[in-house]
């Protein structure tokens, strides 16, 4: 099945009258606050020029050939990658479907994969049908070599439209009708009026989706009205679509944005985005047209996020981070091609050859961020320079004297490139990535001191919350194999939170939490530190081998007793 795209230029007959609808038009994109195309194109020029940035890179095609193409199965990479291909960079992803089909056929090998059902496991589910919007969008833009896309297609799109939809509940629906009407195939399993009969009957009394449970999840029915735009002709679906509507626009928060069924009172980036994205869809006007009364526009709350350096933070108040800045990017291709005219971000049956390479890429030829391990070891070169200088110059330039400075240089040089030199704002953007919402587990995670918040030893540049809460309860999608160390580690560096530990926090060994928020093990007796809890339970394992499950709920308290006086501490 293609999708159809409507035309919706008014064709009015005579000058006047076009003149009279160029004034409408433009009295109410000013009564609406709306924006232009370029200012929607600045904000996906900054999402790149920070990723150049972070990754100290001189372009978006070196990004995208060296980043990029190093972690193609990357969710976020994806994201990135088809927001970048609809809002029309010039960019060839030649090295990149090479690395994704590698990067697929070594996942497969390596788990023994050989029916369609274990290949589709192997690869997941929905992450599947994920690769083959990537690889189709890289193919409507004309991305990269033909063969190339074409390998990757052929090897895995029977598997991923004939044995993916419907096995990982609402997500692998969702994923697997844009996947089938974004390359206009036909599943051997799945006829599309059966697709949406299920997703029909998972819609919520209050008119939204969601995972699981009664109330409807605003990520969720955003990605359903994305799936189902494509068919608002049909009666039954448009009912859907308006129930669905009248559920986002009630979720709305007064600035504009959005947030989740766990944490309505706070909005997130990703909520947002996927809401602009719905928009999008049903061709809607993003601006004011779905905001209640006296709210923001949906545009108005997505820039909220927006962050000083370029890209977007997940929540208000958090740093930039990968997820947040991915969907950003969607949103605002989905944005910028309606602009345009052009059809929706994730329709690529309807890119037309006016949709590749309209953008130049932001930074071209631009020095990237800076990786100070080169400043300090040219630094290094030149004090070896000069300790050789002065030694000519003293007539004891020896060979015994030599070689002592190249040996003292060469030593300085390794330990220097033994550890990564990063600046703050590079430190808070690193870490483990959150799996994208829908595609991993959710769990939660809390940080409290209650035990020490009335003692009066507080040790001086410790800022100390009144209600011992560092963190209050959080949600957090992680993917599978996740411990709670790389949890916490993820949440600091979100919230900006300090933390010190010890160990190896890459293997699956020895991890010890010594200090969060500057509190540390042994500032209030021999037996005070951190411990963490798992559903109420201290595990008998270490924090950096404990790995985590759906639903779990994590809590990190700081005890001066071992654990004995925070054993009732906030946990049923």
């Known amino acids: 099945m293609h999708v159809r795209t409507r035309d919706k230029k008014n064709r009015f007959p005579g000058i006047i009258a076009c003149v009279a609808a160029l004034l ?50 990357s969710g976020n990479v994806q994201s990135l990658i088809l927001g970048i291909c609809g809002a029309g960079y010039e960019i060839n992803y030649t090295r990149y479907i090479k690395a994704l089909q590698r990067a697929m056929q070594e996942k497969v090998e390596s788990q023994g994969a050989e029916t369609p059902d274990e290949i589709a496991d192997a690869l997941g589910v929905t992450s599947l049908q994920k690769i083959m919007l990537t690889v189709d969008a890289i193919e409507a833009v004309g991305g990269a070599a ?95 679509l308006q129930r669905a509507v009248a559920f986002l626009r009630s ?45 923001a526009s949906v545009w108005t709350g997505l820039q909220l996020y927006e962050a000083e350096e370029g890209g977007y933070v997940h929540a208000l108040g958090g740093k930039v981070n990968e997820m947040g800045s991915s969907q950003a990017m969607c949103a605002l291709a989905a944005m910028y091609r309606a602009a345009r005219g052009a059809g929706f971000l994730l329709r690529f049956q309807a890119y037309e050859e006016t949709d590749r390479h309209v953008l130049a890429l932001p930074g071209h030829g631009a020095a990237g961020g800076v990786d100070y391990r080169w400043i300090v070891t040219g630094l290094i070169g030149i004090a070896a320079f000069a300790a050789w200088m002065i030694c000519v110059r003293k007539r004891k330039a020896g060979l015994p004297r030599i070689c002592g400075i190249l040996l003292v240089a060469g030593i300085a040089v390794l330990v220097v490139w033994r550890f990564k030199i990063e600046t703050k704002e590079q430190y808070l953007s690193g870490g483990k990535e959150q799996a994208s919402p829908g595609e991993g587990l959710l769990v939660s995670l809390e940080i409290r001191c209650d035990s020490i918040v009335d003692r009066k030893e507080i040790k001086s540049g410790v800022n100390m919350p009144e209600d011992g809460c560092i963190l209050a309860e959080t949600n957090f999608w992680v993917t599978e194999g996740t411990s709670v160390f790389e949890l916490l580690d993820m949440a600091v560096r979100e919230y900006d939170i300090q933390m010190e530990y010890a160990g190896d926090a890459v293997a699956r060994g020895f991890v010890y939490v010594q200090g969060i928020a500057y509190l540390y093990e042994g500032d209030f007796s021999d037996l005070s530190g951190w411990m963490y809890r798992v559903n109420g339970r201290f595990p008998q394992m270490g924090c950096g081998e404990y790995l985590l499950q759906e639903g779990d709920q994590v809590i990190w308290v700081y005890t001066t007793n071992l654990g004995k006086d925070v054993e009732d501490d906030r946990v049923d």
């Open 24 to 73: 409408l038009f433009w009295q109410g994109s000013t009564l609406s606050g709306a924006v232009d195309s370029s200012e929607i194109k600045t904000a996906m020029d900054r999402i790149l020029l920070w990723q150049c940035e972070q990754y100290q890179v001189s372009d978006a095609q070196q990004l995208v050939d060296e980043i990029y193409a190093a972690d193609p199965l």
């Open 146 to 240: 033909a063969e190339e896309t074409a390998a990757v297609r052929n090897a895995y799109i029977d598997v991923a439209k004939d044995h993916t939809i419907g096995r990982m509940g609402i997500m692998s629906y969702l994923y697997g009708l844009l996947m089938l009407d974004g390359g206009g195939y036909d599943s051997g399993t799945w006829e599309r009026e059966e697709i949406l009969l299920e997703l029909s009957q998972m819609q919520l009394q209050d008119g939204g989706f969601a995972l699981r449970g009664n109330t409807g999840d605003v990520d969720i029915t955003a990605m359903a009205v994305q799936a189902m735009a494509a068919y608002e002709d049909n009666r039954q679906v448009a009912d859907m």
């Open 251 to 295: 979720a709305q928060r007064e600035d504009g944005d959005y947030g989740t069924v766990a944490d309505a009172q706070n909005g997130c980036v990703e909520s947002t985005a996927q809401v602009v994205m719905a928009f999008c869809a049903l061709g809607k006007d993003y601006y004011k047209e779905n905001s209640p009364s006296g709210y």
